[in-house]
């Protein structure tokens, strides 16, 4: 295989397994938008290496891995925000559960309908919070409660959003 197959083939499956390693790094940091910006991060890294993967190689292996090593980095970084992330020990046991893509799949089509169920008010302070990534002051101002509110809220949305999935799922709470 020349040069040119071998990186139309890392550019297939890159593009291929973008969704499922995006879901991954989300399991890691549980934000939309951080795990976007390490995903980014991640996709570099792995365009950087591309040269070196050979057709043999487990392709998804590789990226989670690399995804990981993104992730630490951005959390030594954003260690300041203790609250906000896992330590290094809880990641790296999450990095480990296994995460076939029909699960991944079948827990996204769950959160769909989940959010389907929630009022529009918590719907758009979830997208305000983890799509736009507003910070809790942001949306203590928006929305005229204290910064504790907003957290407990998001966090009550967060508990009710989980105890869905899993009844829509069949396992138990």
């Not at 389907?116 to 799509?131: F, N, V, W």
């Not at 101002?141 to 509110?149: F, I, L, V």
């Amino acid at each position: 295989m020349d040069l040119t197959e071998g990186r139309e083939r890392f550019i297939r499956l890159l593009t291929e397994h973008q969704n499922s390693l995006f879901a991954y790094v989300v399991s890691l940091v549980g934000n939309l938008h951080d795990a976007g910006n390490i995903l980014q991060e991640t996709n570099l890294v792995l365009w950087r290496k591309a040269d070196e993967f050979e057709q043999a190689t487990d392709f998804v292996a590789l990226a989670r891995k690399v995804a990981y090593v993104q992730t630490l980095a951005f959390l030594r970084d954003r260690k300041r925000d203790r609250h906000r992330f896992f330590d290094e020990a809880l990641l790296h046991q999450l990095a480990k559960q296994p995460q076939p893509e029909a699960a991944e799949e079948e827990r996204r089509l769950a959160l769909r309908h989940c959010l389907t169920e929630l009022t529009d008010k918590h719907r758009e302070m979830l997208a305000a919070r983890y799509g736009t990534g507003e910070s809790i002051r942001e949306l203590a101002e928006r929305w005229q409660r204290s910064e504790s509110a907003v957290k407990m809220s998001l966090a009550r949305i967060r508990q009710g959003l989980w105890r869905c999935i899993q009844r829509q799922l069949g396992e138990q709470v």
